[in-house]
């Protein structure tokens, strides 16, 4: 709990001292460095200011990178780190994603291919750290170099993780939300979470820090509704609320939701009195905020977190020592944040077209 506590202090009070140069896919002009991390190898919180290897890898190391999917911006800004640091590092790199969180098979599969690649190192975002376990240990005992990226993983013995904690984003969120309500005068609301896919790690992660967040607090935590975070899916569930429900002040949860709910929002007659919040960036929330239909989101700087996973990866196979977890903290995002901010490292630049493979 100290642990927790220390890092949300941090998260609140967070702000964003890195810059992003250039056009995309200028490898001299992508810097991002230095930035904040936690690094809780010890088990204790240690904030530290990480730069990146600035020397040549000693050859030209190949890198497999396995996503569960490239459908919204946050898993975009993850191909965006990667892809720019390796090429920044004079790496090669190969990027395989399953297509959603359902393609678990694709994905084990997709490991396999890395394998038969013969690959120095793989980077994983994994859809079930369990179901991968096997997979993790079965390469490691090949002397490939393992690291976890983006969806925590607590159980299975990895080189190196670099994630955000889901459990956080959400509280920051939600601590956001009561001081919005404070400031309101209100004294009691009621949310809804909209958790995303029932039995994910992250999913519950979350579902965690949103409860966590309105404990004791004046918002009521109405009810976790669970579902793929696809559009339509979303869709669905937003209107089931609207329907189930008639006295709630915020749907809070997955940044998909925030898209689709505002044109529901606005046919139902209900724009402006139900307030939006995600716990992680897409392209439609942070149009959202721009446009006052999202109230904000927390979240890490995924692109950011993708570059240091990249370099974790290229300074163990260079055979330096790494820290064996780290975290990006989340900074809570408003429209006032979006106005004075550099959104960069939120968000894939404008333009940016996805990229498999840096020879």
């Known amino acids: 709990m100290k642990l927790l506590g220390n890092s ?12 992003l140069v250039g056009a995309a896919g200028a490898a001299e002009a992508w810097k991002w460095w230095p930035t904040k991390v936690d690094d809780l190898s010890s088990g204790e919180l240690v904030q530290v200011d990480y730069t990146p290897r600035l020397e040549a890898p000693s050859k030209k190391w190949h890198v497999c990178i396995l996503l569960p999917h490239l459908k919204d911006t946050w898993w975009v800004g993850i191909n965006v780190g990667v892809m720019q640091e390796a090429e920044r590092q004079g790496i090669k790199a190969t990027l395989f994603q399953a297509g959603g969180y359902t393609e678990l098979n694709k994905q084990l599969s997709q490991f396999d291919d890395c394998v038969a690649l013969g690959v120095n190192a793989i980077i994983i975002s994994a859809i079930s750290e369990g179901a991968l376990r096997p ?9 490939i170099k393992m690291i976890a990226l983006g969806n925590p993983v607590q159980d299975v013995a990895v080189d190196s993780a670099i994630f955000g904690d889901y459990n956080i984003d959400a509280e920051v969120a939600g601590r956001a939300l009561v001081a919005h309500y404070k400031k309101q005068g209100k004294s009691k609301a009621r949310a809804i979470n909209f958790a995303g896919v029932a039995g994910a790690g992250w999913a519950e992660q979350a579902a965690k820090g949103w409860t966590n967040a309105f404990d004791g607090s004046l918002i009521e935590l109405v009810e976790h509704k669970y579902g793929e975070t696809g559009k339509s899916t979303q869709l669905k569930l937003v209107e089931d609320a609207i329907q189930t429900y008639d006295d709630i002040d915020a749907f809070v949860g997955v940044a998909v939701m925030t898209e689709v709910a505002p044109d529901v929002l606005e046919e139902t007659g209900l724009s402006g009195k139900i307030d939006l919040v995600a716990f992680y960036m897409s392209e439609g929330a942070l149009r959202g905020i721009k446009d006052n239909t999202v109230l904000g989101v927390a979240s890490n700087p995924m692109v950011v977190e993708a570059a240091v996973g990249m370099d974790v990866a290229i300074r163990l196979l260079e055979g330096e020592s790494v820290a ?29 077209k996805i990229k498999y493979n840096v020879e």
């Open 8 to 19: 949300l202090k941090l998260a609140m009070a967070a702000t964003v001292s890195l810059s």
């Open 135 to 143: 997979k993790i240990e079965e390469g490691r005992k090949k002397g």
């Open 324 to 352: 064996k977890r780290l975290r990006l903290p989340p900074v809570w995002i408003d429209k006032s944040f979006v106005d004075s901010q550099d959104m960069r490292p939120f968000t894939p630049p404008d333009g940016w």
